[in-house]
């Protein structure tokens, strides 16, 4: 186990340090983590985090602790604490900001503009260590993993996160998407995961699999929800489905729940009207 203190920077692996971010909360639990990694004579930076000068400031003061200058900054997805802080630390970067493609979503970072799009199976060399980019839709659309070659530890930004499940919020997320990525994942060599949040996993293939485990068997809550009561919007499901989560979760869980049904409904096991309710079939 790593302290997950924030603003100090924390070796996790031979040259690669994780800095947490000072926004913890419901979301994002202990912070989001910043990942500095040896980068030829310099340092990457992956997920730079919220727009917020402090952090910022934490990046810098580590980059001159570890007398290494910023080269380039990447970033796994745009949500709101993982992105926007690209825009702050464009000035004290000298290389390029690389990334997904943009979405026009409302729960996006509007401010996200990278200077170029990374792809499936891109690779990004850093000197000594390796990154191959992994594509993994499901919380968001455009979702990437990045996979460190030599030693297998995989950067999963909210794909799979340490101490709970992520939020899959329709129409940007996607349980169906999620599910596929997840077993992409058990295809790949990983021998540890660097998540977005919460301290490194070091048991990845057992908790891939738990991941898809614990998502069927909420699926199966959903469906019998359904079968109980018909023509029912998230709304009316998620206390019901969601009863073993504190009541002040709901909110945020019915998204999961609204792309579970809407996955049901995929797989012909629901149908849906135009005013959003759904049934069982």
């Known amino acids: 186990m790593f302290a997950l203190t924030p603003g100090q920077p924390v070796e996790i692996a031979n040259g690669i340090w994780r800095l947490l971010a000072l926004n913890p909360g419901m979301m994002s639990g202990p912070g989001t983590n910043t990942y500095l990694i040896e980068d030829h004579q310099g340092l990457a930076v992956l997920d730079p985090g919220p727009a917020d000068s402090r952090h910022i400031d934490n990046i810098l003061r580590a980059s001159a602790t570890l007398e290494r200058h910023l080269t380039r900054v990447l ?8 992105s926007p802080a690209v825009a702050l630390l464009r000035q004290h970067c000298r290389g390029e900001v690389i990334g997904p493609e943009i979405l026009n979503d409302p729960l996006q970072d509007d401010s996200w ?42 950067f999963s930004g909210d794909h799979l996160i340490n101490g709970s499940t992520v939020v899959i919020a329709p129409p940007s997320g996607s349980m169906s998407a999620y599910l596929r990525s997840l077993k992409r994942l058990l295809d790949e060599t990983i021998s540890q995961i660097a998540p977005g949040h919460g301290d490194v996993i070091r048991n990845p ?58 996955r049901l409904v995929e797989e012909r096991r629901a149908v849906c009207s135009e005013d959003r309710h759904y049934r069982a079939l």
Do not use: W
């Not at 970033?75 to 709101?80: A, E, G, L």
């Not at 191959?132 to 297998?152: D, F, K, M, W």
């Open 113 to 154: 503009a990278p200077d170029r799009v990374l792809a499936d199976g891109d690779r990004i060399e850093l000197g000594r260590l390796s990154l191959r980019v992994i594509a993994t839709p499901g919380h968001v659309s455009n979702h990437l993993c990045y996979l460190e070659q030599q030693s297998g530890l995989l």
């Open 75 to 82: 970033v796994t997805h745009t949500h709101r604490d993982h």
């Open 205 to 262: 293939v057992q908790t891939i699999e738990a991941t898809i485990g614990h998502r069927l068997a909420r699926e199966e809550k959903v469906l019998q929800a359904l079968q109980s009561m018909p023509n029912s919007s998230p709304g009316d499901l998620v206390a019901r489905v969601y009863s073993d989560v504190p009541a002040f979760l709901h909110g945020v869980a019915a998204f999961s729940l609204e792309a579970h049904l809407i």
